[in-house]
């Protein structure tokens, strides 16, 4: 099938389910994460075949792991989405512990999941493919599969449509928000088109490595820093003002 079309069909189906319920896009995401996980692990079994020294030096310049951060923190995005769903709790009592949970179990599975790769692989040829954990999936053979790479397509396809389901949520909501006359249909119209040409864009760029006035790189980064700085704030304002919330309220009973 072109990967236009299946770019088509997950942008109008994560409309369809952003369209009805957010409870939706939850079990949903819960579905997904039961497969994803093993299949993050999976690299680690090709740790036996690798060896220690691609790995090492462990540390052989700080300046360049410093350097290195910004190319990196592209792959932990998404946590700032704590920010939206938090007004959608009913209670919020163990948002932080439970998001801290959530965050820190991906940057686990994902560090695990880098490092199985790179000791496989060696850092040199990691940095030239553009996709190692498929290169990996590639190699592994396995009694009951007879492609193993078709099974992770397959999971991570589902985890792009939860992911893209989710951001469209977002944006719908936003729409609503300013627009509360607009009903979904009008709003599905209206996404489609968008959403699927942002996808056919980034296939395209891909594909024949278009070269733009401004570089995608530099636009993500810029996009990424502004929103790192607007989850910072919120995160000010929100704890700030819980603050302030309880000490009013253990002023006003001390008064009383």
Known sequence: ??????AIIISALSILICSKDINIIGRLSTFVLFFVIPILLVPCI??????????????????????????SILAYTGAESTFFIMYLLDEDKHLLKSSMYGIGTIILLYA?????IIYYL????????????????????LPLFSDFK?????TWSFTILATSAFQNYQMSYVVKSLYKKISNKIL?????????????????????????I?????????????????????????????????NNKFVSKKSL
């Open 122 to 141: 060696g850092y040199e040829l990691t940095g030239k493919l553009t996709f190692p954990v498929i290169f990996c999936f590639e190699v592994i053979r």
């Open 1 to 6: 099938m072109p990967v236009c079309i299946i």
């Open 46 to 71: 090709l740790m036996y075949k690798g060896d220690v020294k691609n790995v090492l030096p462990v540390v052989s310049s700080y300046k360049k792991i410093f350097s290195s951060l910004p190319k």
């Open 188 to 212: 599905f119209i209206i996404l489609l088109p968008l959403i699927t040409a942002s996808a056919l864009l980034a296939i395209f760029y891909q594909t024949y490595r278009v070269k733009y």
């Open 112 to 116: 695990i999941s880098v490092f199985s």
């Open 214 to 246: 401004i570089p995608l790189s530099t636009i993500t980064n810029i996009i990424l820093y502004i929103i790192v700085l607007i989850s910072f704030i919120i995160c000010i304002f929100k704890f700030g003002i819980r603050r302030g919330d309880k």
């Open 150 to 154: 078709e099974l992770f397509m397959l």
